[in-house]
């Protein structure tokens, strides 16, 4: 079975910025697409930004030009450089792949979720 574990988060004042990791651990062979989501209190889960394993990138818009997602598939890392941090980015963030291929057993595993690091960006 595979995991994924956030770390990173944290308090830190507006304008300030923050280097969120998650890293998958397990008999893995490859990971698909890597990626970021966040959750506010009272609103749905959304897409910060997604890396394939090829390194193409996609951000949501009003993350574009603060946010920065990179990957060490070497580590089965990914990373969420944030920078001119906001009020608003204020939220759970949450590690996610979408398909992880293992050995012993040999198989996929879909839609993996990480537990969810806190950010928290003060006025």
């Known amino acids: 079975q595979v995991q994924l574990v956030e770390s990173g988060g944290g308090l830190v004042q507006a304008g300030g910025s923050l280097r969120l990791s998650c890293a998958a651990s397990?008999?893995?062979?490859?990971?698909?697409?890597m990626g970021w989501y966040r959750q506010a209190p009272g609103k749905q889960r959304e897409l910060v930004a997604v890396?394939?394993?090829?390194?193409?990138?996609n951000y949501a818009d009003s993350m574009k030009g603060r946010f920065t997602i990179s990957r060490y598939n070497a580590k089965n890392t990914v990373y969420l450089q944030m920078n001119s941090l906001k009020p608003e980015d204020t939220a759970v963030y949450y590690c996610?792949?979408?398909?992880?291929?293992?050995?012993?057993?040999?198989?996929?595993?879909?839609?993996?979720w990480g537990q969810g690091t806190q950010v928290t960006v003060s006025s």
């Open positions: 996610h792949a979408d398909r992880i291929a293992t050995i012993n057993p040999l198989m996929y595993e879909y839609d993996i």
């Open positions: 890396v394939t394993a090829g390194g193409n990138t």
């Open positions: 397990g008999s893995i062979v490859s990971i698909n697409a």
